[in-house]
């Protein structure tokens, strides 16, 4: 069988590329080794429940009708309306130290005047970062040499508790380094969460799935699930086709794989150029989810979401235990705007992991870890949040063993490599990647992902 294109994962930039390129008639298949589609960004069911896989909330909303935001290029490109996405906004959300707070909502200016009550000296600063901020391209896809986040803050703001507590939220939703993140990638997420905002989708991503999958398949777009690319096949260092696990052939012209830029080179044959260590994704996480018999209100949680740090300083590095527990994202579901309360109390618990000390661990010694260190994560957090243990009615936990079973992306590292390639080209001819190692970050900015690469690599061509 040979195609125009063939693109590789069935996750938010997968189906975006496909969408995009469907729309132009051309002939389409997008392969995906798991049953279900959605990729980082999944749902799972557990005694009859359907939980979203990593999704706290959608960044970047933007209300109806605003055109000129990454969501309503989106909109515009995918061809949805606003309403078919059914996003419900963030009541409030925070950022928790132990000596100070800072408050957002979609209301931007709600934030900027947090800012200005909780850290007055900084106020001349701030404005002055915000309008770097505004001036900076961040979406150019040119690969421009690294900047430090940090560095960048530490010119316009001396309070280091001020930098910590802006890099926090921004960091656990995109940052694939320690303790920084390039420049550009923190313009993107600081206009995403703080600038524009967080909703939910009613019916969660399952309902987004489910959308871009029919849509994707109405414009005559093919999409295998269940088969595992075995191996990329190249001839003289240009893409010729790919071999799936159970031995059938597909060709085509060119190839867009949204599975880790890492991963993608490991399955070429014959093989590229050695892999830089440097390369491989780390950061992951542990997430536990509670059920609970009431609404978190009750429990004493009114916020949509905490970003907190249990010290005076905040660490966002792999740690040398099992699960770092002085950090952490906690996530009310019940705390969005949705026309009708959710039927059942939802509190997500995130922390940072060590990827390789949860591959060590053996059936029943994994098993007692993660009961151990969700407990200690809550023990943690009750010093300072309530304490919500005796309403739990049901819970599960995954870890990056987990992530990396179900995505494939070595060390379960969310958000991939450290090494972003904007331009989405490989060493291979007409084998470019898509997704979390292109570099846009969050929901939309992997979506906007699959979308752009299509446009540059495919479509500018015609």
Known sequence: MFYDALIIGAGLSGLATGIRLAMFDLKVCIVE??????????????????FDVGLHAMTNYAPKGTRSTPLGTLLKQLRFRHDDFRLCQQQISEIRFPDKSLRFTNDFEFFAQEVRDRFPGQTDGFQKLLKHI??????????????????????????????????????????AREDDMDFYQFVIMFKSVFMEGLA??????????NLLAEKYKSLGGELRTGQAVASIDTRQGAFRSLTLSGGETLGAERAI???GYVETLRLCQPSVAPEDPEAIGRISFIESLFVVDRQPKELGFDRSIVFYSAGP??????????????????????????????????????????????DRFQRKEYIEAKKEWRGRALEKLRKFLPDFRESVVFLDTFTPKTIFKYTGHINGAVYGS?????????????LFICGTDQGFLGIVGATLSGISMANLHVLKGL
């Open 313 to 358: 300083r905040f660490r966002y590095r792999v740690p040398a235990e099992p699960v770092d527990t002085t950090s952490g994202i906690l996530c009310c579901a019940n705390n969005f705007d949705y026309p009708e309360p959710l039927p059942e109390g939802l509190i997500r618990l995130t922390n940072l992991a060590n990827p390789g000390q949860w």
């Open 418 to 430: 450290p090494q972003k390639i904007k331009n989405g080209v490989t060493p291979i001819q007409n």
């Open 134 to 175: 505004r001036e900076f391209d961040e979406l150019s896809l040119d690969d421009r040499a690294a900047i430090s986040a940090r560095r960048i803050l530490e010119n316009y703001l001396s309070d280091p508790l001020l930098i910590d507590m802006i890099l926090c939220p921004l960091m656990f939703y995109g940052s």
């Open 257 to 259: 794989s949204s599975i």
């Open 33 to 50: 080794k798991h049953t279900e589609i959605g990729g980082l960004n999944s749902f799972y069911k557990r005694k009859g429940r359907i």
């Open 200 to 209: 939910k989708p009613q019916g969660g991503m399952r309902h987004i799935l």
